[in-house]
């Protein structure tokens, strides 16, 4: 009787560390999950419907200036303003003109500021030290740049998203922008489009978690 219970108390466990395992699995699995689908699968109607909301609400036209300081292009990928650095993944031809002409460059984000030298930063307290992370605009990463053709009836706009990676911040930052050129015509190449181009919209949507 009594070994009949303890075989039945550790088939019990071992159901309950199995189950365990699997839902931890899978919930970690979940998190990482939808952002994918998010970004990247654009007949996706949620991802398209999230899109457009964020345009209706937020939209207001703007008209920024392109780079106004030194750029430069010190290798594959990897774009200067000044002192400033913002290395892009996966380029095409379009999107590295946006950082080679400076319509996309590191003053949208903040640049410009001074980098605390070592003995600075090791005089900060942990929170200090977390957030000067999250404002440094020395180095950015951005990838998955995107164009939203669903977001524009008109050949003479085009409207993007792309993330945003900061030294000392786990997560990105996804932006959406929006390029005009009021000369293209929808019968001119497609590569002539960015090079008359001006950024007209650039906002922050959110933290991806």
């Given amino acids: 009787m009594f070994k009949t219970q303890f075989r039945v108390l550790i088939l019990t466990m071992k159901i309950v560390i199995t189950l365990s395992i699997l839902l931890i699995v899978n919930t970690a699995y979940g998190q990482h999950k939808p952002h994918k689908n998010r970004l990247s699968n654009e007949d996706s109607d949620w991802a398209n419907g999230d899109a457009r909301r964020f345009f209706r609400k ?23 303003y000044n002192e400033d650095i913002i290395i892009v993944h996966d380029t095409t031809e379009a999107s ?22 070592r003995p600075d930063i090791n ?76 950024l007209t919209f650039f906002k922050q949507y959110s933290i991806l978690i």
């Fill in 58 to 80: 937020n939209y207001k036209r703007q008209d920024h200036q392109c780079f106004a300081g030194k750029i430069s292009v010190p290798g594959n990928e990897i774009y200067k």
């Fill in 123 to 198: 005089s900060m307290s942990a929170n200090q030290k977390a957030l000067y992370g999250l404002t440094r605009t020395d180095t950015l990463y951005i990838g998955d740049i995107t164009e939203l053709p669903f977001l524009s009836k008109s050949a003479k706009i085009k409207r993007f998203r792309f993330l945003l990676f900061r030294i000392g911040l786990a997560n990105p930052t996804e932006y959406y922008f929006e390029l005009t050129n009021p000369l293209f015509k929808s019968t001119d190449p497609p590569a002539e489009f960015i090079k008359g181009a001006t």
């Fill in 96 to 117: 590295q003109y946006m950082f080679e002409k400076g319509i996309l460059h590191s003053g949208l984000f903040g640049g410009g500021q001074q980098v605390a030298e």
